[in-house]
T-cell receptor, first 116, second 116 residues
């Protein structure tokens, strides 16, 4: 049983460049979430998908951010024209629809972005 | 207003002793769920324990128990018999519609250090 997989684990880029992160959820999980976590803070919600449909987007997700889940399996998070303030850990999580009574999210190990 | 408040500074506990990590929350909903996650230095968020707002008994999972005081809107995590491997960040989180698989809102976290 494989968990949530995120790639790349680390990305260093120059300001103004575009970056893309990939998340492969647990295979039977319908819902997929993206969070952002800055140093010393808790994860902040960005967006989530049920299958291929993007059901909710946070106001934190500016026009430079776009997330897709084209076939309802893996997802990508793209950041265009990166800024130093985008430096953070980007966490992906998944959960099955109607998950038991707890509905906890299963997280990947995150993709750390450093914008120089 | 913050939905999840974790105000303790870094916590220290002696190995084999118990420790309580505080969490207060704010919601006007009657139905909600509360979660605790552990984040070791590796970065992965690990689910520990869940408490539903209608659960009559406090949740327990091994060495973890949740001291749920609904009227005070607090959901403190108690770790018994602390181990060195418990050193990590701990996050309290809330979902305001249990079972609907909506997003979790996290607090800022508490750093726990276990001393040998």
């Amino acid at each position: 049983d494989t968990g949530v997989s995120q790639n790349p684990r680390h990305k260093i880029t120059k300001r103004g460049q575009n970056v893309t992160f990939r998340c492969d959820p647990i295979s039977e999980h319908n819902r997929l979430y993206w969070y952002r976590q800055t140093l010393g803070q808790g994860p902040e919600f960005l967006t989530y998908f049920q299958n291929e449909a993007q059901l909710e987007k946070s106001r934190l997700l500016s026009d430079r951010f776009s997330a897709e889940r084209p076939k309802g399996s893996f997802s990508t998070l793209e950041i265009q024209r990166t800024e130093q303030g985008d430096s953070a850990m980007y966490l992906c999580a998944s959960s099955p629809t109607g998950a038991g009574r707890t509905g906890e999210l299963f997280f990947g190990e995150g993709s750390r972005l450093t914008v120089l | 207003a913050q939905k999840i408040t974790q105000t303790q500074p870094g916590m220290f506990v002696q190995e084999k002793e118990a420790v309580t990590l505080d969490c207060t929350y704010d919601t006007s909903d009657q139905s909600y769920g509360l979660f605790w996650y552990k984040q070791p230095s590796s970065g992965e968020m690990i689910f520990l324990i869940y408490q539903g707002s209608y659960d009559e008994q406090n949740a327990t999972e091994g060495r973890y128990s949740l001291n749920f005081q609904k009227a005070r809107k607090s959901a403190n995590l108690v770790i018994s018999a602390s181990q060195l491997g418990d050193s990590a960040m701990y996050f309290c989180a809330m979902r305001e519609y249990p079972g609907a698989n909506s997003k979790l809102t996290f607090g800022k976290g508490i750093t726990l250090s276990v001393r040998p």
